[in-house]
């Protein structure tokens, strides 16, 4: 069901008159759903500040001019990694000498370590912000706390979270978004992936989330045009909403995808694979032989598989005390073991890079009322995640979930016009997302480049003032 706000907001007559009126409309967000490009920032501006003691200048320049920007760099002179990288590219960076306006802000926060320091955050911000293009991103660069030596330095790396999350809360009213990276010593080479999404239109709906990098999956050089090309990917509840959405992005990333749905939805899952190309896969994942008859599939048709996407899940609602065991059994069948099982007999098709996203979910982090089954099962999918990921990590196999917010879906639909009203406003963007947001966050996380996060929850929900 779409909503009547954000298309109402479409309008420049209608957001002007609302304007008089002291109203205010969702912004309008700018999506990119098309291919991946090698130089996706070709064109567009982007500042580059760097606080004190700023250390991550190199890999920031090369992430840049790989990706066809010619960045503004301040304060002072510029370092000779973006003149090195200018050199190699043939992207010049300029001195960002005043308040220019642009469409993304890099703040290398990383050297910051005492108060007096972290003035720096209002010094060279304050100005910009301004100036900040609808749908904007400001990247927030920044060190593990724990690597710091002193507790001073150890607070004040927190402090640069908590300045992300309500800086993202104050971009999102011109559909902007503020997102942080933290990269500990030793990972700043797996930086230029994420930087690149959270930079691109394609993490519209991710906003106030820190990405915490790591090296405990191997990594190797990315490509960044179809990164896909010649994966085979596994999509279970695939034939409507996030699922069709998901095999979409992977197919028009050069996978080979597997539609995987529940007999009884052979139409839409038929219409899913021969729009991607794909093939279809009907299967009750919740059979005890189900996860059997998927492996067996897999090894027959494509002698293993490269990505697995969990999504396939139901809702059955009622407070704690109204709800029948039949219908806890049945969310926590579908949402959590089948979901065990399958990783159980997959896990030795996985091939070399690998990658799995769980689909879990902010009610999962948050809770809701009437969704204790439903709660429990993402909750545990997180957990899953949490402690799977390191033994996958050593072959070099990523595991990650995502956690969707309000997306309009077919489920979403179905809630009373009162509460859907309520949980879309319920964000820094004052709207739900779309199905292929978080198709696109899976996408991400499915790509070779992402290698640098594995075992964490990734959510898409826009800044949801709900949960953590």
Same mark, same amino acid.
């Given at each position: 069901?779409?909503?009547?706000?954000?298309?109402?907001?479409?309008?420049?007559?209608?957001?002007?008159?609302?304007?008089?009126?002291?109203?205010?409309? #969702?912004?309008?967000?700018?999506?990119?759903?098309?291919?991946?490009?090698?130089?996706?920032?070709?064109?567009?501006?982007?500042?580059?500040?760097?606080?004190?003691?700023?250390?991550?200048?190199?890999?920031?320049?090369?992430?840049? @001019?790989?990706?066809?920007?010619?960045?503004?760099?301040?304060?002072?002179?510029?370092?000779?990694?973006?003149?090195?990288? &200018?050199?190699?590219?043939?992207? #010049?960076?300029?001195?960002?000498?005043?308040?220019? &306006?642009?469409?993304?802000?890099?703040?290398?926060?990383?050297?910051?370590?005492?108060?007096?320091?972290?003035? =720096?955050?209002?010094?060279?911000?304050?100005?910009?912000?301004?100036?900040?293009?609808?749908?904007?991103?400001?990247?927030?660069?920044?060190?593990?706390?724990?690597?710091?030596?002193?507790?001073?330095?150890?607070?004040?790396?927190?402090?640069?979270?908590?300045?992300?999350?309500?800086?993202?809360?104050?971009?999102?009213?011109?559909?902007?978004? &503020?997102?942080?990276?933290?990269?500990?010593?030793?990972?700043?080479?797996?930086?230029?992936?994420?930087?690149?999404?959270?930079?691109?239109?394609?993490?519209?709906?991710?906003?106030?989330?820190?990405?915490?990098?790591?090296?405990?999956?191997?990594?190797?050089?990315?490509?960044?045009?179809?990164?896909?090309?010649?994966?085979?990917?596994?999509?279970?509840?695939?034939?409507?909403?996030?699922?069709?959405?998901?095999?979409?992005?992977? @197919?028009?990333?050069?996978?080979?995808?597997?539609?995987?749905?529940?007999?009884?939805?052979? =139409?839409? @899952?038929?219409?899913?694979a021969q729009e991607v190309g794909g093939l279809p896969l009907m299967v009750d994942l919740g059979q005890p032989d189900a996860p059997a008859t998927v492996a067996a599939f897999l090894q027959e048709r494509f002698g293993g598989v490269d990505i697995v996407v969990h999504n396939a899940g139901v809702t059955r609602d009622k407070t704690l005390g109204r709800m029948s065991r039949e219908l806890w059994d049945l969310t926590l069948d579908v949402n959590l073991r089948a979901v065990l099982r399958l990783h159980q007999a997959l896990e030795p098709l996985l091939r070399s890079h690998g990658r799995?996203?769980?689909?879990?979910?902010?009610?999962?982090?948050?809770?809701?009322?009437?969704?204790?089954?439903?709660?429990?099962?993402?909750?545990?999918?997180?957990?899953?995640?949490?402690?799977?990921?390191?033994?996958?990590?050593?072959?070099?196999?990523?595991?990650?979930?995502?956690?969707?917010?309000?997306?309009?879906?077919?489920?979403?639909?179905?809630? #009373?016009?009162?509460?859907?009203?309520?949980?879309?406003?319920?964000?820094?963007?004052?709207?739900?997302?779309? #199905?292929?947001?978080?198709?696109?966050?899976?996408?991400?996380?499915?790509?070779?480049?992402?290698?640098?996060?594995?075992?964490?929850?990734?959510?898409?929900?826009?800044?949801?003032?709900?949960?953590?």
């Amino acid at each position: 069901m779409a909503d009547r706000l954000v298309l109402l907001g479409k309008n420049p007559t209608a957001r002007k008159l609302a304007g008089n009126l002291g109203l205010s409309l #969702p912004p309008t967000l700018k999506r990119d759903l098309g291919p991946w490009t090698d130089r996706p920032l070709e064109g567009v501006e982007v500042t580059v500040l760097l606080g004190p003691g700023a250390a991550l200048a190199e890999p920031v320049a090369r992430c840049l @001019a790989e990706a066809g920007c010619s960045p503004a760099v301040g304060p002072g002179e510029i370092p000779d990694a973006f003149a090195r990288q &200018a050199q190699a590219w043939g992207r #010049p960076a300029r001195n960002a000498s005043g308040a220019e &306006a642009a469409h993304g802000i890099v703040f290398d926060a990383t050297g910051l370590r005492t108060v007096d320091e972290l003035r =720096a955050l209002h010094t060279l911000l304050h100005e910009r912000v301004g100036l900040l293009e609808r749908s904007g991103r400001v990247v927030l660069l920044s060190r593990p706390p724990g690597e710091a030596a002193e507790v001073e330095g150890q607070a004040v790396q927190r402090a640069v979270e908590g300045f992300m999350r309500s800086l993202a809360k104050e971009l999102g009213r011109k559909g902007g978004t &503020a997102n942080q990276v933290v990269v500990p010593h030793g990972a700043e080479d797996r930086l230029p992936a994420p930087l690149r999404w959270l930079l691109s239109p394609r993490s519209a709906y991710v906003s106030g989330q820190p990405l915490h990098l790591s090296t405990t999956v191997r990594g190797h050089e990315p490509r960044w045009a179809r990164p896909l090309d010649g994966k085979v990917a596994l999509v279970t509840g695939a034939a409507r909403g996030i699922g069709a959405a998901t095999a979409r992005a992977l @197919a028009r990333e050069g996978a080979q995808v597997v539609v995987l749905d529940r007999p009884g939805d052979e =139409a839409h @899952a038929a219409r899913v694979a021969q729009e991607v190309g794909g093939l279809p896969l009907m299967v009750d994942l919740g059979q005890p032989d189900a996860p059997a008859t998927v492996a067996a599939f897999l090894q027959e048709r494509f002698g293993g598989v490269d990505i697995v996407v969990h999504n396939a899940g139901v809702t059955r609602d009622k407070t704690l005390g109204r709800m029948s065991r039949e219908l806890w059994d049945l969310t926590l069948d579908v949402n959590l073991r089948a979901v065990l099982r399958l990783h159980q007999a997959l896990e030795p098709l996985l091939r070399s890079h690998g990658r799995i996203v769980c689909l879990s979910s902010i009610a999962g982090l948050a809770g809701n009322v009437g969704q204790t089954n439903y709660a429990a099962s993402k909750a545990a999918v997180a957990g899953f995640v949490a402690a799977a990921a390191p033994g996958l990590g050593r072959r070099g196999v990523a595991l990650n979930a995502v956690a969707p917010g309000f997306i309009e879906t077919r489920m979403t639909a179905a809630i #009373p016009v009162a509460t859907r009203e309520v949980a879309r406003r319920l964000s820094n963007l004052s709207q739900g997302g779309l #199905p292929a947001d978080v198709a696109e966050a899976i996408l991400f996380l499915s790509t070779p480049g992402a290698s640098a996060l594995s075992g964490q929850v990734l959510r898409v929900c826009g800044g949801s003032l709900v949960g953590a």
